[in-house]
T-cell receptor, first 113, second 116 residues
Framework: SAVISQKPSRDICQRGTSLTIQCQVD?????MFWYRQQPGQSLTLIAT?????????ESGFVIDKFPISRPNLTFSTLTVSNLSPEDSSIYLC??????????FGPGTRLTVL | AQSVTQLGSHVSVSEGALVLLRCNYS??????LFWYVQYPNQGLQLLLK??????LVKGINGFEAEFKKSETSFHLTKPSAHMSDAAEYFC??????????????FGQGTTLQVKP
């Protein structure tokens, strides 16, 4: 298993600003994932972040809007840039330490005014 | 392409009654299937998974699910609901390869309400 923490747990941001979300894992993992959960919706994968390579973005998500860093095997950040109210969502990171299981962080609740 | 459909966005049961949450999937490859639970203001917790072993999968908190290839279903059940089971439940299919789950594709979720 894996224990994942995210910072901040929630934030309220102004339109046009950016928010960087941190994801910390208690063990080294190769694969990390970033998901978005819009209000009342399911989860959608934003990108896959493997250490040592550029993040791979899903259709509809671009690096300029959602830049990701993965400096080591236990940490990643997701930045949501040029915020608009449509970006108000819960952002979750997940990891796959092995055995075909993904473990999720508690999420970051973002509200954009 | 893979997809997941959860039938019923909201299910209400009485405490002690059977819980049945429905999930149908579409996949061009043998699927890996998962059920996650999300309690209010929390992240997702894995309830159980199917990765091509036994078709009847037992998970945590008394939940189980049966993989039925002929019906492309992976319904979640629990014989007796408890008040603490009230939560959002998500079914997911994996775009797996090279021994890892890869991208998870989630259904729309089912809110389970448990009435006293």
């Amino acid at each position: 298993s894996a224990v994942i923490s995210q910072k901040p747990s929630r934030d309220i941001c102004q339109r046009g600003t950016s928010l960087t979300i941190q994801c910390q894992v208690d063990s080294q993992v190769t694969m990390m994932f970033w998901y978005r959960q819009q209000p009342g919706q399911s989860l959608t994968l934003i990108a896959t972040a493997n250490q040592g390579s550029e993040a791979t973005y899903e259709s509809g998500f671009v690096i300029d809007k959602f830049p990701i860093s993965r400096p080591n095997l236990t940490f990643s950040t997701l930045t949501v840039s040029n915020l608009s109210p449509e970006d108000s969502s819960i952002y979750l990171c997940s990891v796959e330490p092995g055995a075909n299981e993904q473990f999720f962080g508690p999420g970051t609740r973002l509200t954009v005014l | 392409a893979q997809s997941v459909t959860q039938l019923g966005s909201h299910v209400s049961v009485s405490e002690g009654a059977l819980v049945l949450l429905r999930c149908n999937y579409s996949s061009s490859v043998p699927p890996y299937l998962f059920w996650y639970v999300q309690y209010p203001n929390q992240g997702l917790q894995l309830l159980l998974k199917y990765t091509s072993a036994a078709t009847l999968v037992k998970g945590i908190n008394g939940f189980e699910a049966e993989f039925k290839k002929s019906e492309t279903s992976f319904h979640l059940t629990k014989p007796s609901a408890h008040m603490s089971d009230a939560a959002e439940y998500f079914c997911a299919v994996s775009d797996h390869g090279s021994g890892n789950t890869g991208k998870l594709i989630f259904g729309q979720g089912t809110t389970l309400q448990v009435k006293p």
